[in-house]
């Protein structure tokens, strides 16, 4: 579903908030517990093949097509466990931690690719009026539930951490608080300085501190620099509206992950990037992964200001990354897919470090 996101923010938005005011706070009734199942183990090995992909949760043909082409390059060389980077169930989330669109959009396309999934919650994982406004924050605590029903779906809570060893250690953040299109501005807890954002940017600067792991790598779903059509933090749609334009998202970046880890990977604009680290991002690399079932056709930023020097960037195909990780190096792969057969073709390989 495509959505004209300027229209809708800058005309829409004050009509939602009554409604979503009414369903955003903490007061959400918590789900029955769920049957624990067995999790899937992470490798805890020097060398690591990483699945990356976002953006994936439609159930719909591109969707399978690839995961598809996952599935033949996992054939030939296994991965160790993937990262998806949001907006995991299309087009407006789950509605309870049993909702059949998990088998739909996740456990059907995804089978045979049996290893774990960190997962990242999405503004489309949060939706309340309209599909991806990020209105409905509690939404996604249906995803976290999910987590003890799935071996492969590892969402334990809304922000967490994953060390592998000390050779990487993977820094989930949930920013969907400060980019929601329809901001709680009624619910405090949710507010860009309340009680959810400020414990989470604590936790974040102590779990940064404290980790002892060579590779340190923060993901998102919201990017905080892109070349495609959302554009980067603080400049979200080529807005500015407070705080929609994801000003809040681009303070807490350079507050609290710029300098610390080596990269940021994101989701959100449907293309692949690999953007090149600046003076300005103290040396962090953004990359953006979410074409694992749309595409952007081509839509991207044309504002010079807002484009980022890059190493790659496709606008225009299906596809998804490859990190390889040891002590010494961090190796990426891009690959595109073609639709119709679900065939992995190799686009971009580099060594970042």
Known sequence: MNIDRRGFLTGATAAGIATVAATA???????????????????????????????????????????????????????????????????????????AQFSAKFEDPNHDLDFPWIMVQGNHDNSSILPGDGGWLLRGDHEVAYHARSPRWFMPSRYYTVPIGDLVEFFVLDLNPIAAYLPPVFAPYWAADGQFMTEQAAWLDRALDESTAKWKIVCTHHPYLSNGSHGNAGQYEGLSIDPIDGRYVKDFFEAHVLGRAQFILSGHDHCLQVLEPTTATKGTRQIGSGAAAKTNSGAHATDPARITPALFENFTDLGFMVLNLTRSAADLSVYTVDLPTGQPASAFQRRLV
């Open 25 to 99: 706070g903490p007061g959400w009734a918590e789900p029955a517990p769920a049957p624990i199942v067995g999790k899937l183990p992470f490798p805890d090995a020097g060398e690591l093949r990483i699945l990356v992909t976002g953006d994936a949760g439609t159930g719909a043909r591109p969707q399978w097509a690839v995961a598809d082409a996952a599935r033949a390059l996992h054939a030939e060389q296994p991965f160790s466990f993937a990262l998806g980077l949001g907006d995991n169930v299309y087009e407006q989330g789950p509605w309870s931690d049993d909702d």
